[in-house]
């Protein structure tokens, strides 16, 4: 939450002990509190009267006064029995713990723990003043409701779109480029041929993130059968008109904050994935995953019948480089030729770092009379790249993978490899390709 949202809230202290008021008072002004802080508890209920307090703190006992008693009355007005109402005390009985929740106190805080107190109010700014983002599908045929709704959705800073059909909610689901939703709230019963309910068994069989979007339910209707069916479906709460705002908030606040916490570790998984499969250096793919990707690319060639080659490229004098010019220069290549690599790529195609100076590329959909020609390509741009100024070339090998003899990834991969050393003792910086169980070269 923004420390401008926290200066907004205003929290109230009744405390007889001038130190721990002050003590009180200081925390919750380091938190960004408006705190007002006062020993008279007359004074703390007018304050109450005229002004909006976000947390009410009390002493358990004040003077002519009990907290408890304070705590009741603060519960009897409208306008506060949703407010937080903490209660200090020195008293760590069971049957205070009892009383004071019966009174209609929030939390009990024991003052031998007023070290704790600052962790425990800074919990409390994101549950008073939340700072939501996100955006909200809203599918409800009453102008009315969608109106109250909106209000407080718009209020609690969330993005909302609107539709009166289940048709209409799930034609934007599925739109190009569709919209992505953090929250779903539908009514039961809807205008049209699709149903709430309807709403929520198509959303939960739609694939991809999609079926993931929390759904919460709306009715006017005290019906247990259809609050239970809607559940089942997949819903992942339930609301009753009239709707009652501060209950729709919390249930709102929850289902986005778990959806969204979801998503940060969906995106946590994602790029712990990337980072397992990317060489660190080059940002190819790394050997590990050229192993899992190219026996599957493999199996799908020869299920599919399509074509696949592989580029074996093996950088000339690599070693010289870093020898004569240190390893800072060496990674300098490797990372441009890297890049070369990648752009070369067309969609389908993997390229890989396989270790040290030797790299992989497979080439989907690509048959013997295609792929020498892109190693040439290939060859031609490494000898204009010149990464750190530098004149770099490549031993290029090209196999393609022999669909009529069943060719595995491991004959294939080997058919490249030494399409490569061949290349190297031919002279270097040249193409060869491998063919019929021998090998082919093309001009330097």
Known sequence: MSTRQAQRMKALVIEDSPIYRKLVEHTLTELGFEAIATDDTEHGLDVLQHTLIDLLILDLHLPGHSGLDIARRVRAQS?????????????????????????????????????????????????????????????????????????????????????????????????????????????????????????????????????????????????????????????????????????????????????????????????????????????????HYLVEVSGQMVGNAHRRGEALSMLMVDLDHFKKINDGHGHDVGDKVLAAVGRLLESSCRSGDVAARYGGEEFVVLLANCGATDAPQRAQRLLEELRVLHPAGLSVTASIGVATLDLARGMDFDTFFKAADEAAYAGKQQGRDRVVQAAGGGLSRSPA
């Open 79 to 287: 306008a506060h029995r949703l407010m937080p109402v903490l209660l200090l005390t020195s008293d760590e009985s069971e049957a205070v713990l009892q009383q004071a929740l019966e009174a209609g106190v929030t939390e009990v805080f024991r003052k031998a723990k007023l070290d704790q107190l600052h962790t425990l109010l800074k919990g409390y700014i994101g549950r008073l003043k939340p700072d939501y983002r996100g955006r909200v599908m809203l599918v409800e045929d009453s102008a009315t409701m969608v109106a109250l709704l909106k209000y407080i959705l718009v209020k609690m800073g969330l993005t909302v779109d609107t539709f009166t059909t289940g048709e209409a909610a799930l034609a934007a689901l599925t739109a190009e480029p569709p919209q992505e939703y953090d929250l779903i709230v539908s009514d039961i019963v809807l205008a049209g041929q699709v149903t709430g309910l309807g709403v929520v068994r198509a959303v939960r069989a739609m694939e991809g993130e999609i079926c993931r979007i929390p759904v919460l339910g709306l009715s006017g209707m005290e019906d247990a059968a259809r609050k239970v069916e809607m559940l089942r479906l997949g819903a992942n709460d339930y609301v009753s008109k009239p709707v009652i705002e501060e209950e729709f908030k919390a249930r709102v606040g929850n289902l986005i904050t778990g959806k969204q916490l979801l998503d940060q570790v969906q995106q946590q998984r994602r790029e712990l994935r990337e980072r397992s499969i990317r060489d660190a250096l080059t940002g190819l793919f790394n050997r």
